[in-house]
């Protein structure tokens, strides 16, 4: 039987949620970091496109380079930003700070492999197909800051949203682990339906205009 989660993976991909975003606000500039073999860029309708990867399975790559090496000598901003890249927490925390650095004042973050269901899905060594990577502690370590606005959708492996906002910092311990996930992942990780982050992406837009 399925469950929700199964219900909406099913239906509702990355790519879904990052046309909704560029329609919803009228986004005209996207950058992806970790286009892969391009599949997910290939579905991107925004009129700016930019991707970063440093194996070249992609034959319409416009930046083959570490995300590092990109963001060190980038000079333009983004309205959306795609983080699937290097699935090491240490990483995507990097690509994260640069990220904003590089983002629009009403753009938007998006990033892949959030809730992990599994120990074994979230382990830093791939040791299965469907694998996440220790993504969800770099979203967890921004969940800290005060001046952002964060949640996930409960789609495709999870999906993160950062924009610059506000949100009531989230006391983390000096050191945890999947177990603190397991048993603060719902408020931790700020997890919501597809529905719901539809919901609420239009009230952020409406409240900002």
């Not at 860029?41 to 416009?62: A, H, R």
């Not at 650095?101 to 599994?118: A, Q, R, V």
């Amino acid at each position: 039987m399925h469950t929700q989660h199964d219900f909406e993976t099913d239906q509702y991909y990355r790519f879904d949620m990052l046309n909704y975003l560029i329609k919803l606000y009228g986004y005209k500039s996207y950058l992806e970091i970790g286009a892969a073999a391009g599949y997910n860029f290939e579905k991107i309708n925004c009129k700016y496109k930019v991707c970063v990867d440093p194996e070249k399975k992609y034959s319409k790559l416009t930046h083959n380079c570490t995300s590092d090496e990109f963001f060190k000598k980038n000079t333009e901003t983004f309205d959306l930003i795609f983080i699937d890249g290097l699935h090491v927490s240490d990483q995507v925390i990097i690509d994260i700070e640069n990220a904003l650095e590089f983002l629009n004042p009403m753009g938007t973050i998006m990033m892949h492999d959030c809730l992990p269901t599994s120990y074994e899905q979230q382990t830093k060594e791939r040791t299965q197909w469907n694998w996440t990577g220790d993504v969800w502690k770099a979203f967890a370590h921004y969940r800290q800051r005060p001046d952002l606005t964060m949640f996930t959708c409960d789609t495709d492996f999870g999906l993160g949203f950062i924009k610059k906002g506000s949100q009531v910092p989230w006391e983390l311990p000096e050191d945890f682990d999947f177990d603190y996930y397991a048993l603060h992942g719902f408020g931790l990780m700020n997890i919501h339906t597809v529905f719901q982050v539809w919901q609420i992406l239009q009230n952020l837009k409406t409240r900002n205009m």
